[in-house]
């Protein structure tokens, strides 16, 4: 690829932050900008990525020659207007993955959960087993310390996002599919239509396709490939350092996706790297205690499954209390998927929702955190709509020892787990 000047929006966003290290990899000029700093952010500035806190038109050099943008970041966005009058040349961050994994042995870990931890998981494989791939995961991955992981050879390791079909700009030689439910439904109908894009980019697939070959709602998808499907729970179970079922999942699906892509790799490779990898930042991510002796706990987890699988790990480990903060990501996930969550915190002793996290949509007024808080009580566990502040001055006097803390959700709850331990 022409080296170019590359003005990134939404910079610190957490696959554009990975690719932006890539692109600085690959000797281009790269600079962004984002709304708020963020231990993303800070990540970039320390790698000698250039990052302006707050969008405006003023940030887009005159001399860039591409503008990447992520999908939060709308066409009125005054960056992306002023890149138009400019005449640079715009692309989505799928569509710059797209043309990056051109030429590459892409490997793309899909599905509705679980989809960074394994990502993380065979990117370590291939790593420790001297693969040498390049991966770009959907957080900051511990054994890393980063969301980006350079490699030299022509693998590549990608964590594909369903979100507006946005995946099919891949051309997979290896899909994994961890799992699937109905997701995203401020763009996808129904599940149907989820199935529908999965099965595109199955049919896109050049290597293998790795998923649960008796799943549901994936085994009427893997009919009639012209690959072969690897199934990949017929993997061994590993003994991870990560708690919870759905991780020794994530490990098995990791496990076969990285042996198709490197048949070569062995057992004990596969072994050894799986039972050391550490975990990645917001996935059942420890962090410390309160003043009261109460441990923290922070996670990503966003829709209901992945909420109720987390909190009866969570459950386990706890002598006392399970308090939990939940903070709902968008209007449209929460109401379309909002039975789920009033009986996903089952496990939870007391629920404080914080206010909706309203990403790229508007209020209309048919949910709420106090609808959320009032079903959820109603089903049996004590919930309260709170203010963030709320929710850390009650977290900060009320679980003592014993009590486990945990914060939940996609926006940016986990500033309050932060503050619970630095106080």
């Known amino acids: 690829m022409t080296p170019h000047k590359i003005f990134m929006t939404g910079v610190g966003g957490i696959g554009m932050s990975g690719l932006a290290q890539l692109l600085k990899d690959q000797g281009h000029e790269v600079l962004g900008s984002d709304r708020v700093a963020s231990p993303t952010t800070e990540l970039l500035e320390s790698k000698g990525i250039t990052v302006i806190i707050g969008q405006g038109a003023e940030n887009v050099p005159t001399d860039a020659t591409r503008l990447v943008y992520t999908e939060a970041v709308h066409p009125d966005n005054p960056e992306r207007i002023r890149a138009a009058a400019l005449g640079i040349p715009e692309i989505s961050y799928f569509g710059m993955l797209g043309e990056i994994s051109k030429g ?9 959960n679980g989809k960074t931890t394994t990502t993380g998981m065979a990117a370590k494989i291939l790593k420790d087993a001297g693969v040498n791939p390049s991966a770009i995961v959907g957080s900051i991955t511990k054994d890393f310390g980063s969301n980006y992981l350079p490699g030299e050879s022509d693998i590549f390791v990608v964590e594909a996002c369903e979100y507006k079909r946005d995946f099919l700009t891949l051309t997979p030689e290896v899909l994994v599919i961890t799992n699937l439910e109905l997701e995203h439904t401020d763009y996808y109908k129904d599940l149907d239509d989820i199935k529908r894009a999965f099965r595109e980019l199955i049919d896109k697939t050049t290597g293998a396709v790795v998923a649960d070959a008796t799943h549901p709602d994936i085994a009427p998808l893997l009919v009639g490939l012209s690959v072969p499907v690897i199934d990949y729970t017929k993997e061994p179970a590993y003994d991870l350092l ?3 079922e759905f991780n020794r999942m994530n490990a098995r699906a990791a496990a076969a996706a990285a042996r198709a892509i490197a048949p070569a790799i062995t057992d004990v490779q ?22 009261r002796g109460a441990d ?6 966003h829709h209901p499954t992945a ?17 939990v903060a939940f903070h709902p990501h968008m209007f449209s996930r929460t109401r379309d998927l909002f039975e789920g969550f009033s009986q996903a915190f089952h496990d939870a002793d007391d629920v404080r929702i914080a206010p909706i996290y309203a990403a790229r949509e508007v209020d209309d007024g048919s949910v709420s955190s106090e609808k959320l808080a009032a079903t959820v009580t109603k089903n049996g566990t004590s919930a309260h709509a709170s203010t963030f502040e709320e929710i850390e001055a009650f977290f900060q006097t009320e679980p003592k020892e014993g009590d486990i803390i945990i914060t939940m959700g996609a926006g940016d709850i986990y500033k309050v787990a932060d503050a619970l331990v630095r106080h």
């Open 242 to 244: 990560l708690p919870g």
């Open 296 to 301: 923290v706990y922070d996670d990503y987890a």
């Open 307 to 323: 909420i109720e699988r987390t909190l009866a790990e969570v459950r386990k480990k706890a002598s006392g209390r399970v308090f």
């Open 104 to 112: 590459k042995r892409t490997v793309a870990i899909s599905g509705t």
């Open 270 to 291: 596969v072994h050894d790297a799986l039972v050391t990898f550490h975990g990645t930042w917001r996935r059942f991510d420890y962090k410390g205690k309160t003043l």
